[in-house]
């Protein structure tokens, strides 16, 4: 994340740690294992939306345009 997006045309939103792209599980040490669920998203067209848009606005965008999807789970612990 933070870098330029992988596609020609597309927008990083910011993430969680408040900067732009993704960034990977990151859970407290010594918390405990965490479980995170993602899902993939193909989309059948583009969201257009600004990078600062609020993430309410974006996931109403991403699931309008939503033409298949796909879901894992991983759990993450960090000592």
Same mark, same amino acid.
């Given at each position: 994340?933070? !870098?330029?997006?992988? %596609?020609?045309?597309?927008? =990083?939103?910011?993430?969680? *740690?408040?900067?732009?792209?993704?960034?990977? +599980?990151? /859970?407290? /040490? !010594?918390?405990? +294992?965490?479980?995170?669920? *993602?899902?993939?998203? %193909?989309?059948?067209?583009?969201?257009?939306? /600004?990078? =600062?848009? /609020?993430?309410?606005?974006?996931?109403?965008?991403?699931?309008? #345009?939503?033409?298949?999807? #796909?879901? *894992?789970? !991983?759990?993450? =612990?960090?000592?």
């Amino acid at each position: 994340g933070g !870098g330029e997006p992988l %596609v020609t045309g597309a927008t =990083e939103g910011v993430n969680s *740690f408040g900067d732009p792209g993704w960034a990977g +599980p990151c /859970p407290p /040490p !010594g918390d405990g +294992p965490h479980t995170y669920q *993602f899902t993939l998203h %193909v989309l059948d067209q583009a969201t257009e939306l /600004p990078a =600062e848009s /609020p993430t309410g606005d974006l996931l109403a965008a991403v699931d309008a #345009a939503t033409a298949s999807s #796909a879901t *894992f789970t !991983g759990t993450y =612990e960090r000592a």
